[in-house]
């Protein structure tokens, strides 16, 4: 009942969440029929639903380099992540794995559920990734062997210091932005951003993501890998685990702060990023998940949930991103609006917030000096509800109708949908 409640509490998610489900039944329907394609876009569905729809933005040879791109890394990083395999046989293979991806006979057995499938049948994989072109090949390669000996280094290294951190999320992120880049210029629609920018793109999303997973990965079993920084958390804890402790929760959200504080130092380049993108298509791929990222961090900020729980934007709001971002006043908008909320939730007490009061006045002012926030959607201020107790049962029974249509009958509970929400 937990999104029918919401839907209830903000009818007006309703439109945007049957959107998103019509797009996803859409994104299955449109698996190619080839035995090696069909497996990359099934499983991509399988880890990572979100990516699965954003990816449907953008052109057919791109989506096929991109799908690959994101399975590939992927896998490496369920090499990466499998604490139960030695270091004596993982390094190796994180250092070897851009030339796995050529060799249609290679797997190795390891990660769970649908990750250890990817593992196990990587063959599909590495036959559909030679049936790219040369171009997309050599960017692939080229940030699978830069990743994977950056992995290998941190499986025997700790994250210390703030440059380690920054030098981490470079590897398995910034190196993502940096990949992403290259493949949108061998596409031939984008210019070959800068390698800067392109870092700033994956480490704005890897610490947000390093911020909101703090509880799942310090209970991660058999044993815990954990990347906040030494440099950060022990102003506040004797020992990283000691944050999830109820007595140390004021300590834990100051911490908590410090991190998000640390992760707003990027958003100024990813708009820097955005707003050079020339494709539309490019452009909402790219813009959708900065836009869960800076919404994701205004709900972790002072937020002790982030210690108890998991934190994440609301589905509802989420198919509001994916529905509505399509130009730069919509990412600007989204960007002041979330930035505003972080704002608000600033206390005078905390020994950061004079810092991250600057980082949040420095994106307000980008966002400002656009020009465009007046053609912005809001996904923060809410107008008054628009709604009466009989429109909430309909759209309520709208709702469970909808987990059942065919595919074909949800067009006509769009436009029904739409007939109650003008």
Not at 339 to 352: A, E, G, Q, R, T
Not at 365 to 393: E, F, I, Q, W
Request: charged share 25%; proline share 3%.
């Amino acid at each position: 009942m937990g999104t029918l409640g919401a839907v209830l509490k903000h009818p007006d998610d309703f439109y945007p969440l049957l959107k998103l489900k019509m797009a996803a039944r859409n994104a299955e329907k449109q698996i190619p029929p080839e035995p090696h394609w069909a497996f990359c876009y099934t499983m991509l569905h399988k880890v990572s639903r979100s990516f699965a729809l954003v990816i449907q933005q953008l052109g057919t040879d791109l989506r096929n380099a991109v799908c690959i791109f994101y399975l590939v890394l992927r896998a490496l990083d369920t090499v990466e992540d499998d604490t139960s395999v030695p270091t004596d046989v993982k390094v190796p293979i994180l250092e070897d794995f851009h030339r796995h991806v050529y060799d249609r006979n290679w797997h190795f057995s390891c990660g769970t559920k649908h990750y250890k499938v990817l593992m196990d049948e990587f063959h599909h994989v590495s036959t559909a990734f030679l049936e790219l072109g040369k171009g997309y090949q050599e960017a692939i390669e080229d940030i699978t062997q830069r990743m994977g000996a950056g992995m290998a280094k941190f499986i025997c290294k700790e994250v210390e210091t703030i440059d380690d951190y920054d030098e981490y999320c470079y590897y398995v992120a910034g190196l993502v932005g940096l990949g992403l880049s290259k493949l949108f210029h061998a596409s031939g629609k984008e210019d070959m951003a800068s390698d800067s920018l392109s870092n700033s793109m994956g480490l704005f999303l890897q610490k947000t993501n390093i911020i909101r997973d703090y509880l799942e990965d310090i209970n991660e079993i058999p044993k815990s890998r954990m990347f906040w920084p030494r440099e950060i958390w022990s102003k506040y804890v004797d020992k990283l685990e000691d944050l999830k402790y109820e007595e140390n929760s004021v300590k834990a959200v100051q911490c908590l702060n410090d991190m998000v504080t640390n992760a707003l130092i990027h958003a100024e380049d990813c708009l820097t990023y955005m707003s050079a993108l020339r494709d539309i298509n490019i452009f909402r791929f790219c813009a959708i998940p900065q836009i869960m990222a800076i919404g994701t961090l205004a709900l972790c900020y002072n937020n002790v949930e982030v210690f108890r729980g998991v934190v994440k934007m609301r589905r509802g709001l989420t198919a509001k991103v994916i529905d509505q971002t399509k130009t730069m006043a919509d990412v600007y908008g989204a960007f002041y609006d979330f930035s505003c909320m972080l704002k608000s939730k600033i206390d005078d007490s905390d020994p950061n917030a004079n810092k991250t009061l600057s980082r949040v006045e420095a994106i307000l002012k980008t966002c400002r000096d656009s020009g465009l926030l007046n053609k912005r959607k809001s996904y923060v201020v809410k107008s008054g509800p628009r709604y009466n107790s009989a429109m909430d049962h309909r759209l309520l029974n709208l709702f469970l109708d909808v987990l059942d249509e065919p595919a074909k009958q949800v067009h006509c509970l769009v436009h029904h949908c739409r007939s109650l929400c003008l």
